[in-house]
């Protein structure tokens, strides 16, 4: 049963840094992607970030492209999301996916964490 749990949220000043973790159980990713989506209150789900498990490719979402970066770590089957530069518009619950896919211009994925909250506030 694959878990994925995240870790690392909370409340940072606008231009502040957090970095995001999930530690992922139960499944192997190795020919997967990886990744992090967030929902902001009143909005839809956004796709943020994607990585392929065994490494090399990486997509981002146009909001987040320069500030935020995307890695993982094969030994802690851990996967990293650090977040520079933060914007209120930032705010929002950041949840973990597993196997993510790309299907007529939208991201879905299989499996999901329970979420964190970052918040960006003065």
């Known amino acids: 049963q694959v878990q994925l749990v995240e870790s690392g949220g909370g409340l940072v000043q606008p231009g502040g840094s957090l970095r995001l973790s999930c530690a992922a159980s139960g499944g192997t990713f190795k020919s997967a992607y990886m990744g992090w989506f967030r929902q902001a209150p009143g909005k839809e789900r956004e796709f943020v970030a994607r990585?392929?498990?065994?490494?090399?490719?990486?997509n981002y979402g146009d909001s987040v492209k320069g500030r935020f970066a995307i890695s993982r770590d094969n030994a802690k089957n851990t996967l990293y999301l650090q977040m520079d530069n933060l914007k209120p518009e930032d705010t929002a619950v950041y949840y973990c996916?597993?196997?993510?896919?790309?299907?007529?211009?939208?991201?879905?994925?299989?499996?999901w964490g329970q979420g964190t909250q970052v918040t960006v506030s003065s």
């Open positions: 996916a597993g196997d993510l896919r790309y299907f007529r211009g939208s991201y879905s994925a299989t499996y």
């Open positions: 990585m392929l498990w065994s490494g090399g490719t990486t």
